[in-house]
Nanobody
Framework: EVQLVESGGGLVQPGGSLRLSCAAS????????MRWVRQAPGKGLEWVSF????????TYVDSVKGRFTSSRDNAQNTLYLQMNSLKPDDTAVYYC???????WGQGTQVTGSS
């Protein structure tokens, strides 16, 4: 059974940092591209980042470029999202998702608030 479990969310002041983790099980992470997707309160899903299976191709939505960095440790079957200079607009539930959007984690809440 494929499982994706996110962790690392929380409440952070504007300008602060968080690192999200996504632990994968039931499949070999190194074989799949991965994405982070978020959903802000009352809004639809928004793709945040893409990382290819080898970690050499990284793309981001414009609103997080220069602030967020996605990475992966294939040996540990874990995906990461380092979030710096957080803004209130980054408040959302963050999901890790397999490349083809077939599998989703349960999400972790990130709240940027003073």
């Amino acid at each position: 059974e494929v499982q994706l479990v996110e962790s690392g969310g929380g409440l952070v002041q504007p300008g602060g940092s968080l690192r999200l983790s996504c632990a994968a099980s039931g499949f070999t992470l190194s074989r799949d591209d991965m994405r982070w997707v978020r959903q802000a309160p009352g809004k639809g899903l928004e793709w945040v980042s893409f990382i290819n299976s080898g970690g050499s191709i990284l793309t981001y939505v414009d609103s997080v470029k220069g602030r967020f960095t996605s990475s992966r440790d294939n040996a540990q079957n874990t995906l990461y999202l380092q979030m710096n200079s957080l803004k209130p607009d980054d408040t959302a539930v963050y999901y890790c998702v397999t490349g083809g959007y077939g599998y989703w984690g349960q999400g972790t809440q990130v709240t940027g608030s003073s």
